[in-house]
């Protein structure tokens, strides 16, 4: 009784890395009072926590999202590490969709008493269309290299028999940058912002199916010493 022959398969590992232009830029802004008592504390951080809504207000539809991340109020300490008065603070997450806006609403905010302002951080949304021009790319990459260990044995693929992902992720890594942005605002103010590009890695495992193997080929060239 004669006994089937394995197909040879090749199973690749395919990757790409994209460099793009970031859509979109998060801030975080704190607010945060020190006062005789909580209730003071906790007004205090409502009457500034109004003027940072104020400004994010003002600055129209270039804001997408303003959303609150964390409230707290503690007791604070004096520089002898005695009770101090209370602390209260609020903490912001901006996300803002048009990159020239940036620099006005962070020196707006800026102004602000009792505010601290961080970032910009620069990335990509959710449903950017880089991460499936990621994933495309990782597919050509696999079968640039499948094809190129199949030729090395003196064969050529025959069919796909499984696709993985293997994984994809965007990072907000420097890699470059946009042209400078100069942003104005009245009174002379105003700040040259760099938005950083975004890294998006694509990557993919797939096996093939691939044609016998040149005996020739192989022996005497791929496993040769």
């Known amino acids: 009784m004669s006994t089937a022959v394995p197909v040879p398969t090749v199973t690749v590992r395919g990757e790409a890395l994209l460099v793009v232009d970031p859509e979109i830029a998060d801030l975080g802004v704190t607010v945060r009072v020190r ?7 906790l007004e205090r951080v409502r009457a500034r926590q109004d003027d940072v809504t104020a400004a ?42 048009r990159l020239d806006a940036v620099g006005d609403l962070l020196v707006a905010l800026g102004r602000l ?21 990621a994933r495309l790319a990782a597919v050509t990459d696999a079968v640039r290299r499948a094809r190129t260990y199949a030729a090395a044995f ?26 400078t942005v100069a942003l104005s605002v009245p009174g002379g103010l105003h700040l040259d912002l760099t938005p950083a590009r975004s890294e998006v890695h694509g990557a993919v495992e797939v096996r093939f199916a691939m044609s016998a ?8 060239e791929v496993f040769r010493g």
């Open 56 to 97: 994010v207000r003002a600055a129209g539809d270039a804001v997408e999202t303003a959303e609150t991340t964390r409230v707290a109020v503690y007791p604070g300490s004096r520089p002898d590490g005695a009770p101090g008065d209370p602390v209260a603070s609020q903490h912001t997450r901006i996300t803002v969709g």
């Open 213 to 220: 193997p040149d005996s020739g080929t192989w022996s005497t």
């Open 113 to 133: 008493d009792d505010v601290e302002v961080s970032g910009p951080s620069w990335g990509l949304r959710p449903d950017s269309p880089a991460y499936e021009q």
């Open 35 to 41: 006062a005789r008592d909580r209730e003071t504390a």
């Open 154 to 179: 003196g064969a050529e693929l025959t069919a796909l028999l499984e696709v993985s992902d293997a994984g994809m992720s965007g990072g907000l890594r420097v890699a470059g940058a946009m042209e």
